[in-house]
């Protein structure tokens, strides 16, 4: 089982003057739950190397015990400090692809075409795919075969609204993951703030917050899972 996990290279928090980047434990806890089912895990990003880490994540109090196992873990920070660029993966190689989030996703990857074009060979090959958090909004510019955006009539979800207010930040991303997704024609859902909820939607699994990442890792091994069934 081959596993392409996609970060973030933007480390600008809008005009804050602030940090950002990938979130910690969005990307420590399903790299775990991949890499303890066997997986072989490749990360990219944009510029390829050291993706940037929002400062905020690695804090105290978003810890956990997976987010410690990988800053313990040597292994796999080496693996961080080389990303391969994203422009240089292809589909063929992988069995999915996960995109965890944080705020930087939402200017670069967001806005990538070599993003929005691997998602498109994943869905047309049949693949499984899984986006959490504001990596949801990557999805802006993904298009079905026919032009229409590939979120049109499915079923995600996201952050929301409500949690980018609790964060203070609805004046400073580019544009709202929610309010995106809907006004491309998506049924999203969500539970409150912080709380796990993960959305399956044929070969689509999206997450709503860090919270959420273990269920739709767990998720999409299990999609990965059927779909083995399915072509034996």
């Not at 070599?114 to 498109?120: A, P, Q, R």
């Not at 796990?196 to 299990?222: C, F, K, M, R, Y």
């Amino acid at each position: 089982m081959k596993v392409l996990m996609v970060l973030t290279s933007h480390d600008t928090l809008g005009n804050t003057g602030k940090k950002t980047g990938f979130w910690l434990e969005e990307l420590a806890t399903p790299y775990y739950v991949f890499k303890d089912a066997g997986a072989e895990i490749t990360l990219a990003s944009p510029k390829g190397g050291q993706p940037p880490l929002d400062p905020k994540s690695d804090e105290p109090m978003f810890q956990t015990d997976l987010t410690r196992r990988f800053n313990a873990d040597e292994v796999a920070k080496a693996q961080l400090a080389e990303t391969v660029r994203l422009d240089s993966v292809d589909q063929k190689d992988f069995d999915t692809v996960f995109y965890p989030g944080g705020h930087g996703p939402l200017w670069d990857l967001a806005e990538d075409p070599n993003s929005f074009k691997l998602i498109e060979s994943f869905v047309k090959a049949g693949k499984p795919i899984a986006l959490v958090c504001h990596a949801s909004g990557v999805l802006r510019h993904v298009t079905n075969a026919d032009g229409t955006p590939f979120v049109q009539g499915r079923y995600v979800t996201g952050f929301t609204n409500s949690e980018e207010e609790a964060v203070g930040l609805t004046k400073v991303v580019p544009f709202l993951v929610e309010d995106e997704l809907i006004g491309l024609g998506a049924v999203f859902s969500k539970v409150k703030d912080w709380g796990v909820h993960t959305v399956v939607d044929g070969q689509l699994i999206t997450g709503q917050n860090p919270a959420s990442s273990s269920e739709a890792a767990e998720a999409l091994l299990g999609a990965l899972s059927q779909r083995k069934v399915k072509t034996a």
